[in-house]
C-alpha cells in the first residue's frame, strides 16, 4: 500500500478571525501530488464561512506545477480542514467510503471525460439541500488540468455512477423529502454532452 503523506497546519489568529489548513496527497494519482490550501474566514452570526482555496498540482519525477486558485462565499465549517475527505478512482484511496448528504469529498481524482487520463473535482459550494457542488477539472494531453465549464456548471453536483463503457456520468440530488432527481449525462463521439434522461426516484 502507498504510504499516505498528510500535513495539516492549524492557525487561528482571534483578531483576524481565520483559520488556515494545508494538506498534502501523494496516493490520490499515480502521476500527481496534489496539496490544498485553505484559509476560511469565520463568521460568528453565520453557518456559512468564507473561503479561498488554493490547489496545487505536482507531477511526479519532474517540476510541472499548476496552480489553481477560488474563492468560495458558500462553504460549510470543516470544508478542506480534514485531510482525510478526499477520494480516488484511479488508486482507490476512499474510493468506498461512505457518503452522507451527497458529499463525495474535498477533493477527488477520477477520469470524468473517459480518455483515460486523471481529471479532478474540487469542491467549491454549499448551495443548497442537495449536497455540495464542485468545480471539474479535465488534464489535456500537455498535463494542465482546464476547467470544464459543462461539467461545473450543469452537472455541478458529483456524479454517484460513472459508466466509462457506456460513457455516462449520472447524479442523484436530492429533490423534496420522499425523492431525488436522477439525471443521466451522456458524452457523445465528439465529446460534447448532454442530458439524456432526467427523472424522480424514491428515496
Given at each position: 500500500m502507498l504510504k499516505v503523506y498528510l500535513l495539516i497546519i492549524t492557525l487561528f489568529v482571534s483578531s483576524l478571525?481565520?483559520?488556515?489548513?494545508?494538506?498534502?496527497h501523494t496516493n490520490l494519482s499515480k502521476d500527481y501530488t496534489f496539496s490544498t490550501k485553505s484559509v476560511v474566514f469565520k463568521s460568528t452570526k453565520e453557518l456559512i464561512d468564507s473561503c479561498t482555496i488554493t490547489i496545487e498540482v505536482l507531477r511526479k519525477g519532474n517540476d510541472y506545477k499548476q496552480t489553481i486558485n477560488f474563492n468560495s462565499g458558500w462553504m460549510?465549517?470543516?470544508v478542506y480542514t480534514d485531510c482525510n475527505a478526499v477520494r480516488s478512482y484511479?488508486?482507490?484511496v476512499n474510493k468506498t467510503a461512505d457518503v452522507g448528504d451527497n458529499d463525495f469529498g474535498?477533493?477527488?481524482v477520477a477520469d470524468f471525460n473517459f480518455d483515460?487520463?486523471?481529471?479532478?473535482?474540487?469542491k467549491i459550494a454549499f448551495e443548497g439541500n442537495g449536497g455540495p457542488t464542485y468545480a471539474y477539472y479535465?488534464?489535456?494531453s500537455k498535463c494542465k488540468f482546464i476547467k470544464d465549464n459543462y461539467l461545473t456548471e450543469t452537472v455541478s453536483f458529483f456524479p454517484d455512477t460513472i459508466n466509462a463503457t457506456k460513457k455516462v456520468l449520472i447524479t442523484r440530488v436530492h429533490a423534496n423529502a420522499y425523492e431525488r432527481?436522477?439525471?443521466?449525462?451522456k458524452q457523445d463521439i465528439t465529446g460534447s454532452w448532454k442530458v439524456v434522461r432526467k427523472r424522480f426516484i424514491d428515496h
Open positions: 478571525g481565520y483559520s488556515q489548513y494545508y494538506c498534502v460549510f465549517d470543516g484511479s488508486t482507490g474535498d477533493l477527488i483515460g487520463l486523471e481529471d479532478l473535482a474540487v479535465i488534464q489535456d432527481c436522477e439525471t443521466t449525462y
